[in-house]
């Protein structure tokens, strides 16, 4: 019997996961965490506040599709479901940055990077010129190895900035969990085609690459600028 | 990166700078089996339980293994062979890579892969390479949704 495509995803993911670890362990580890953990969070941010538009943009091409489609047929359930369950998340990033000092209406006036943009513009570039279904393997990254409690509580330690600028961190360390085991069903359950089943694979691999770059520009962003 | 890609295994384990710039390899805690990457060792007892011998290698064959699998992935037509093999590592093995010293984890990651997922991991050389030296995946990355 031939591998489930959760179990060929998860596969894929930890071919390059460590890459994305290893960025994790350079910016936390960084002398200057307390003054990166805010921009970490405008950074979470930009990546956040796409969630939403781009379930629903993925769900309405979907619709668009299901009737002769049956991968799509089952991503309307499943997105439908999962969308408000994601709403408000961006609000509370804004919320924890407001606990460092920062105004929210300055963290949403600036600029996101180009590699957030690129990041999150390609799942709409999928999901409008070839499939939806490309995006679970943007979720499959984003909620399948959420931060861990443990790393979670040694940041704070080591920032020592206050337990409640890491609300959204604690939370997802819990709640991405069970979004997990909804997602493991359902890729499980999907009629994947031979390209669809690369799509979401080049996806999931795509969005670690780019995410290990934006995690890694977050320590570049603090520093002085150096000419010659 | 080592500058040393000796196909030779030592009798002793060197952990050397280069590894250090891997967290996630630099642990102590290493007991592996022979495909896990980082200072794969096997200990061998005596009757009384005694210690009597330790096999262990470094990285060097490690890396020496993940830098013929990146030049393989280059190649369009070994990535096509590789996508539509029925047995992945001999194919990996005849393309030329040292298929006993990828880490598992690498192996069946790529051996579920298509002909354009290979094709964009050729393009992921570097992170290719840390993944191979990397003893695990890590529990929890930073990103959140």
Redo the contacts between chains.
């Keep these: 019997m031939g591998l489930g495509q959760r179990e060929r995803l998860q596969r894929k993911i930890a071919l390059l996961l460590p890459s994305l670890g290893n960025a994790g362990q350079r910016l936390f580890t960084q002398p200057r965490i307390a003054d990166l953990y805010p921009e970490y969070l405008v950074t979470l941010h930009w990546i956040v506040r796409a969630s939403v538009p781009l379930m629903e943009a993925a769900c309405t091409r979907a619709a668009a599709l299901s009737k002769d489609d049956p991968v799509s047929a089952e991503l309307v359930p499943y997105l439908s479901e999962h969308i408000p369950e994601e709403a408000d998340h961006d609000e509370w990033l804004l919320s924890d940055l407001e606990v460092l000092g920062r105004d929210r209406s300055d963290v949403t006036a600036r600029p996101p990077s180009p590699t957030v943009a690129a990041f999150v513009g390609a799942q709409y570039y999928w999901i409008f010129h070839f499939h939806p279904v490309a995006l679970l393997g943007y979720i499959a990254l984003l909620e399948g190895y959420p931060p861990t409690r443990k790393q979670i509580e040694e940041l704070i330690t080591r920032t020592g900035h206050s337990p409640k600028a890491f609300r959204t961190l604690l939370a997802h360390a819990e709640i991405d969990l069970r979004h997990r085991e909804v997602l493991d069903k359902k890729l499980d359950a999907l009629p994947l085609t031979k390209e669809q089943s690369t799509v979401l694979g080049l996806s999931a691999m795509h969005s670690i690459h780019m995410l290990t770059q934006a995690i890694d520009e977050i320590s570049h962003r603090l520093e002085p600028p150096h000419y010659g | 990166m080592a500058s040393a890609m000796s196909t030779a295994r030592p009798t002793s384990i060197e952990v050397d700078a280069t590894l250090r710039s891997?967290?996630?390899a630099a642990s102590k805690d290493l007991v592996l089996d022979n495909r896990s990457g980082i200072g794969a060792m096997h200990d061998f007892s005596n009757t009384k339980g005694e210690s009597v011998a330790t096999i262990k290698w470094t990285s060097d064959e490690v890396l020496a293994a993940l830098t013929e699998l990146v030049s393989v992935l280059a190649d369009p037509d070994k990535r096509k062979s590789l996508a539509e093999s029925t047995d992945f590592a001999a194919t990996l093995q005849e393309a030329g890579v040292t298929v006993e010293y990828i880490p598992e984890?690498?192996l069946?990651?790529?051996?579920?892969?298509?002909e354009?997922?290979l094709e964009?991991?050729s393009s992921?050389n570097?992170?290719?390479v840390?993944?191979g030296?990397?003893v695990e995946?890590?529990?929890?990355?930073?990103?959140?949704?």
């Design positions: 891997f967290p996630l984890r690498v069946s990651g790529l051996a579920s892969a298509s354009e997922e964009f991991l992921s570097e992170a290719l840390a993944s030296l990397s995946v890590p529990k929890g990355s930073l990103g959140i949704l």
